[in-house]
């Protein structure tokens, strides 16, 4: 009923920059908190950032300082700018969602992920 479709992961070097951009679709009535997480190889899914309707915003202490998390209430669409990247950044990057349908069920989703890759 909700689908998400991230984009903008890639290679990047060892202090570059790249944003990741995660759209939801379908039988949207709101979106309450949406949110990035990232797992590595042999590591659990861990929470990189989250952002509220509102624009409260929470992060890991890892990444405090170099990502940014944001959203287009308008276009159902939050953004993760990182910057300052390590090779320890390195995973596949989860957005997931907290949303109300059209038929006023709750659901939480989460987008197939997408690989972002630090190295020289």
């Known amino acids: 009923q909700v689908q998400l479709v991230e984009s903008g992961g890639g290679l990047v070097q060892p202090g570059g920059s790249l944003r990741l951009s995660c759209a939801a679709s379908g039988s949207i009535f709101s979106i309450n908190t949406m949110g990035w997480h990232r797992q590595a190889p042999g590591e659990q899914r861990e929470l990189v950032a989250r952002?509220?309707?509102?624009?409260?915003?929470t992060y890991a202490d890892s990444v405090k300082g170099r990502f940014t998390i944001s959203r287009d209430n308008a276009k159902n669409t939050v953004y993760l700018q990182m910057s300052g990247l390590k090779p320890g950044d390195t995973a596949v990057y989860y957005c997931?969602?907290?949303?109300?349908?059209?038929?006023?069920?709750?659901?939480?989703?989460w987008g197939q992920g997408t690989q972002v890759t630090v190295s020289s």
């Open positions: 997931d969602a907290d949303a109300i349908t059209t038929t006023r069920v709750l659901v939480h989703e």
């Open positions: 952002i509220s309707s509102g624009g409260s915003t």
